[in-house]
């Protein structure tokens, strides 16, 4: 009996070490199934965090590649703008040239139009002074003419032709 009692006692701590061990591993099925399920999670997380760093890695690499070009176009840029300030540095010295030269060019002009009035007066007095010395003269000669020839008498149209002609010298 006592070996009877003994062994389901044994019996009854087996059954209950048994059920004690079902349930250890069903717990422990529940959690790797937990843990299988939270891997895969985390497979999946780490796949999208995979893919989005290549997609950023390849999005880097266009902005890099972008930024390299645009830095080339900016040196190409700034080297057409350094020319074109040589340019216009150039062109406000030839402007200024220019501008020193028609100065000279007008007082010149200026000059020669004084130059050329002064003659112009100088011309108008000889010609008056030429005028008075032909009438002058032209007076004397008829008066010597006059008294080479006392009172011969021309004719009325001849005398006033010749003081027309006078009038015209």
Known sequence: MEAQAGQAALAGTLERLEQSVIAQQEREERRQSR???Q???E???QQAVI?????????????????????QLAEGMAARLEGQEKLYQKLIEQLELQHVFHETVIERLEAQEAAQYKVTRQLDSLKEA??????FIIDSMKQ???S????????PDRQAAEQKQSVSL
């Open 35 to 37: 843990w299988e399920e």
């Open 39 to 41: 891997l895969a999670k």
């Open 43 to 45: 497979e999946a997380a």
């Open 51 to 71: 893919e989005a760093l290549t997609v950023q890695s390849d999005t880097m690499r266009r902005l890099e590649q972008r930024t390299a070009e645009r830095e």
């Open 130 to 135: 030429l005028y008075e010395r032909c009438s």
């Open 144 to 146: 010597l003419f006059h």
């Open 148 to 155: 080479f020839f006392p009172k011969r008498g021309p004719k």
